[in-house]
T-cell receptor, first 112, second 112 residues
Framework: DVKVTQSSRYLVKRTGEKVFLECVQD?????MFWYRQDPGLGLRLIYF???????EKGDIPEGYSVSREKKERFSLILESASTNQTSMYLC???????????FGPGTRLLVL | DQQVKQNSPSLSVQEGRISILNCDYT??????FLWYKKYPAEGPTFLIS?????DKNEDGRFTVFLNKSAKHLSLHIVPSQPGDSAVYFC???????????FGTGTRLQVFP
Protein backbone atom coordinates (compact mmCIF):
# COMPACT_ATOMS: atom_id res chain seq x y z
CA ASP A 1 0.00 0.00 0.00
CA VAL A 2 1.33 3.37 -1.08
CA LYS A 3 2.32 5.72 1.69
CA VAL A 4 3.51 9.31 1.74
CA THR A 5 3.94 10.85 5.17
CA GLN A 6 4.60 14.41 6.21
CA SER A 7 6.32 15.29 9.45
CA SER A 8 3.66 17.61 10.84
CA ARG A 9 -0.05 18.10 10.23
CA TYR A 10 -0.11 21.58 11.76
CA LEU A 11 2.70 24.03 12.34
CA VAL A 12 2.79 27.57 13.76
CA LYS A 13 5.91 29.64 13.19
CA ARG A 14 6.94 33.24 13.56
CA THR A 15 8.03 35.57 10.79
CA GLY A 16 11.73 35.19 10.08
CA GLU A 17 12.02 31.66 11.44
CA LYS A 18 13.61 28.89 9.38
CA VAL A 19 11.06 26.18 8.74
CA PHE A 20 11.63 22.58 7.68
CA LEU A 21 8.85 20.47 6.22
CA GLU A 22 9.71 16.83 5.74
CA CYS A 23 8.17 14.26 3.43
CA VAL A 24 8.90 10.55 3.33
CA GLN A 25 7.62 7.95 0.86
CA ASP A 26 7.98 4.21 1.20
CA UNK A 27 7.39 3.23 -2.42
CA UNK A 28 10.94 3.63 -3.75
CA UNK A 29 9.67 6.40 -6.03
CA UNK A 30 12.16 8.46 -7.97
CA UNK A 31 10.10 11.60 -8.33
CA MET A 32 8.94 13.80 -5.49
CA PHE A 33 7.09 17.10 -5.47
CA TRP A 34 6.16 19.95 -3.14
CA TYR A 35 2.98 21.95 -3.71
CA ARG A 36 1.11 24.57 -1.83
CA GLN A 37 -2.66 24.80 -1.88
CA ASP A 38 -4.42 28.12 -1.41
CA PRO A 39 -8.13 28.96 -1.75
CA GLY A 40 -8.99 29.99 -5.28
CA LEU A 41 -5.52 29.11 -6.56
CA GLY A 42 -5.55 25.33 -6.51
CA LEU A 43 -2.29 23.42 -6.16
CA ARG A 44 0.85 25.18 -7.29
CA LEU A 45 4.17 23.43 -7.75
CA ILE A 46 7.03 24.80 -5.67
CA TYR A 47 9.89 22.37 -6.38
CA PHE A 48 10.35 18.84 -7.61
CA UNK A 49 13.10 16.26 -7.71
CA UNK A 50 13.77 13.44 -10.16
CA UNK A 51 16.54 11.83 -8.20
CA UNK A 52 18.68 12.09 -5.11
CA UNK A 53 20.46 15.44 -4.93
CA UNK A 54 18.58 16.66 -7.98
CA UNK A 55 16.04 19.44 -7.84
CA GLU A 56 14.14 21.61 -10.24
CA LYS A 57 12.13 24.76 -9.70
CA GLY A 58 8.41 24.63 -10.09
CA ASP A 59 6.10 27.54 -10.73
CA ILE A 60 6.56 29.39 -7.42
CA PRO A 61 10.02 28.62 -5.98
CA GLU A 62 10.72 32.06 -4.53
CA GLY A 63 11.31 31.97 -0.79
CA TYR A 64 11.75 28.20 -0.73
CA SER A 65 14.55 25.69 -1.11
CA VAL A 66 14.59 21.89 -1.03
CA SER A 67 16.86 19.05 -0.09
CA ARG A 68 16.91 15.46 -1.25
CA GLU A 69 19.77 13.56 0.36
CA LYS A 70 18.01 10.18 0.31
CA LYS A 71 15.62 8.75 -2.23
CA GLU A 72 12.74 8.39 0.21
CA ARG A 73 12.97 11.85 1.78
CA PHE A 74 12.28 15.28 0.30
CA SER A 75 12.48 18.35 2.50
CA LEU A 76 11.05 21.79 1.88
CA ILE A 77 12.82 24.67 3.58
CA LEU A 78 11.52 28.16 4.21
CA GLU A 79 14.72 30.08 4.87
CA SER A 80 12.94 33.01 6.52
CA ALA A 81 9.22 32.44 6.91
CA SER A 82 6.86 35.23 5.94
CA THR A 83 3.13 35.63 6.51
CA ASN A 84 2.40 35.10 2.81
CA GLN A 85 3.76 31.58 3.17
CA THR A 86 0.85 30.64 5.40
CA SER A 87 -0.67 27.80 3.42
CA MET A 88 -1.37 24.09 3.12
CA TYR A 89 1.75 22.29 1.91
CA LEU A 90 1.40 19.00 0.08
CA CYS A 91 4.08 16.51 -0.83
CA UNK A 92 3.65 13.93 -3.60
CA UNK A 93 5.66 11.18 -5.23
CA UNK A 94 5.48 9.13 -8.39
CA UNK A 95 7.38 6.15 -9.71
CA UNK A 96 7.97 7.49 -13.18
CA UNK A 97 6.66 9.43 -16.12
CA UNK A 98 2.97 9.01 -16.70
CA UNK A 99 2.32 7.44 -13.34
CA UNK A 100 -0.11 8.68 -10.75
CA UNK A 101 1.13 11.12 -8.13
CA UNK A 102 0.47 9.99 -4.57
CA PHE A 103 -0.01 12.72 -2.01
CA GLY A 104 0.74 12.99 1.67
CA PRO A 105 -1.89 14.33 4.11
CA GLY A 106 -0.55 17.86 4.02
CA THR A 107 0.95 20.29 6.53
CA ARG A 108 -1.06 23.35 7.41
CA LEU A 109 1.48 26.08 8.17
CA LEU A 110 0.57 29.32 9.90
CA VAL A 111 3.19 32.07 9.95
CA LEU A 112 2.51 34.79 12.50
CA ASP B 1 -1.55 32.64 -16.43
CA GLN B 2 -3.90 29.83 -15.49
CA GLN B 3 -3.43 27.05 -18.03
CA VAL B 4 -6.02 24.79 -16.39
CA LYS B 5 -9.25 26.40 -15.29
CA GLN B 6 -12.19 25.24 -13.27
CA ASN B 7 -14.66 28.07 -13.57
CA SER B 8 -17.17 26.76 -11.06
CA PRO B 9 -15.82 27.06 -7.52
CA SER B 10 -18.75 25.08 -6.13
CA LEU B 11 -21.52 22.73 -7.15
CA SER B 12 -24.47 21.39 -5.18
CA VAL B 13 -26.27 18.23 -6.31
CA GLN B 14 -28.95 16.05 -4.86
CA GLU B 15 -28.08 12.47 -3.95
CA GLY B 16 -28.79 10.07 -6.81
CA ARG B 17 -28.51 12.74 -9.49
CA ILE B 18 -25.63 13.34 -11.89
CA SER B 19 -22.75 15.63 -10.93
CA ILE B 20 -20.88 17.25 -13.81
CA LEU B 21 -17.62 18.99 -13.07
CA ASN B 22 -15.96 20.97 -15.83
CA CYS B 23 -12.40 21.87 -16.65
CA ASP B 24 -10.90 23.94 -19.49
CA TYR B 25 -7.30 24.17 -20.58
CA THR B 26 -5.35 26.45 -22.86
CA UNK B 27 -2.24 24.46 -23.79
CA UNK B 28 -2.90 22.16 -26.75
CA UNK B 29 0.32 20.26 -25.92
CA UNK B 30 -1.22 18.71 -22.82
CA UNK B 31 -1.62 15.02 -23.50
CA UNK B 32 -2.75 13.50 -20.22
CA PHE B 33 -5.48 14.63 -17.88
CA LEU B 34 -6.37 13.56 -14.37
CA TRP B 35 -8.99 14.19 -11.73
CA TYR B 36 -8.14 14.22 -8.05
CA LYS B 37 -10.50 14.30 -5.11
CA LYS B 38 -9.63 16.00 -1.85
CA TYR B 39 -11.33 15.78 1.53
CA PRO B 40 -10.59 18.40 4.19
CA ALA B 41 -7.37 17.77 6.14
CA GLU B 42 -6.31 15.04 3.69
CA GLY B 43 -4.10 14.98 0.63
CA PRO B 44 -5.64 14.67 -2.84
CA THR B 45 -6.30 11.15 -4.06
CA PHE B 46 -6.28 10.08 -7.67
CA LEU B 47 -9.71 9.42 -9.13
CA ILE B 48 -9.56 8.88 -12.87
CA SER B 49 -7.45 9.87 -15.86
CA UNK B 50 -7.65 10.09 -19.63
CA UNK B 51 -5.07 10.18 -22.37
CA UNK B 52 -5.42 12.66 -25.21
CA UNK B 53 -5.86 9.80 -27.68
CA UNK B 54 -9.19 8.96 -26.08
CA ASP B 55 -12.38 10.92 -25.65
CA LYS B 56 -13.91 8.93 -22.82
CA ASN B 57 -12.79 6.86 -19.87
CA GLU B 58 -15.09 5.17 -17.42
CA ASP B 59 -14.52 3.69 -13.97
CA GLY B 60 -17.63 2.66 -12.09
CA ARG B 61 -19.70 5.73 -11.29
CA PHE B 62 -17.04 8.06 -12.69
CA THR B 63 -16.63 8.98 -16.34
CA VAL B 64 -14.28 11.53 -17.80
CA PHE B 65 -14.94 13.06 -21.22
CA LEU B 66 -12.34 14.89 -23.26
CA ASN B 67 -13.13 17.30 -26.09
CA LYS B 68 -9.77 18.23 -27.57
CA SER B 69 -11.10 20.67 -30.12
CA ALA B 70 -12.78 22.65 -27.35
CA LYS B 71 -9.92 22.05 -24.89
CA HIS B 72 -12.46 20.91 -22.38
CA LEU B 73 -12.87 17.96 -20.10
CA SER B 74 -15.59 16.99 -17.72
CA LEU B 75 -16.09 14.52 -14.91
CA HIS B 76 -19.49 12.87 -14.57
CA ILE B 77 -20.49 11.15 -11.34
CA VAL B 78 -23.61 9.00 -11.59
CA PRO B 79 -25.31 8.48 -9.24
CA SER B 80 -23.93 11.06 -6.83
CA GLN B 81 -23.56 10.02 -3.20
CA PRO B 82 -23.03 12.09 -0.04
CA GLY B 83 -19.56 10.57 0.30
CA ASP B 84 -18.64 12.23 -2.99
CA SER B 85 -18.76 15.62 -1.26
CA ALA B 86 -15.21 16.93 -1.61
CA VAL B 87 -13.08 19.31 -3.63
CA TYR B 88 -12.26 18.03 -7.11
CA PHE B 89 -9.16 19.14 -8.97
CA CYS B 90 -8.47 18.53 -12.61
CA UNK B 91 -4.85 18.38 -13.70
CA UNK B 92 -2.95 18.16 -16.97
CA UNK B 93 0.53 17.13 -18.00
CA UNK B 94 2.70 17.48 -21.06
CA UNK B 95 4.04 14.50 -22.96
CA UNK B 96 6.82 12.65 -21.17
CA UNK B 97 6.83 14.82 -18.07
CA UNK B 98 5.71 14.20 -14.52
CA UNK B 99 4.86 17.80 -13.85
CA UNK B 100 1.13 18.36 -13.32
CA UNK B 101 -0.69 21.65 -13.78
CA PHE B 102 -3.71 21.79 -11.49
CA GLY B 103 -6.92 23.71 -11.77
CA THR B 104 -8.32 25.77 -8.92
CA GLY B 105 -10.77 23.11 -7.78
CA THR B 106 -14.53 22.72 -7.54
CA ARG B 107 -16.20 22.00 -4.23
CA LEU B 108 -18.95 19.43 -4.72
CA GLN B 109 -21.65 19.04 -2.14
CA VAL B 110 -24.08 16.14 -2.46
CA PHE B 111 -27.12 16.56 -0.26
CA PRO B 112 -29.72 13.91 0.65
Amino acid sequence: DVKVTQSSRYLVKRTGEKVFLECVQDMDHENMFWYRQDPGLGLRLIYFSYDVKMKEKGDIPEGYSVSREKKERFSLILESASTNQTSMYLCASTGGTGQTQYFGPGTRLLVL
Amino acid sequence: DQQVKQNSPSLSVQEGRISILNCDYTNSMFDYFLWYKKYPAEGPTFLISISSIKDKNEDGRFTVFLNKSAKHLSLHIVPSQPGDSAVYFCAASLYNTDKLIFGTGTRLQVFP
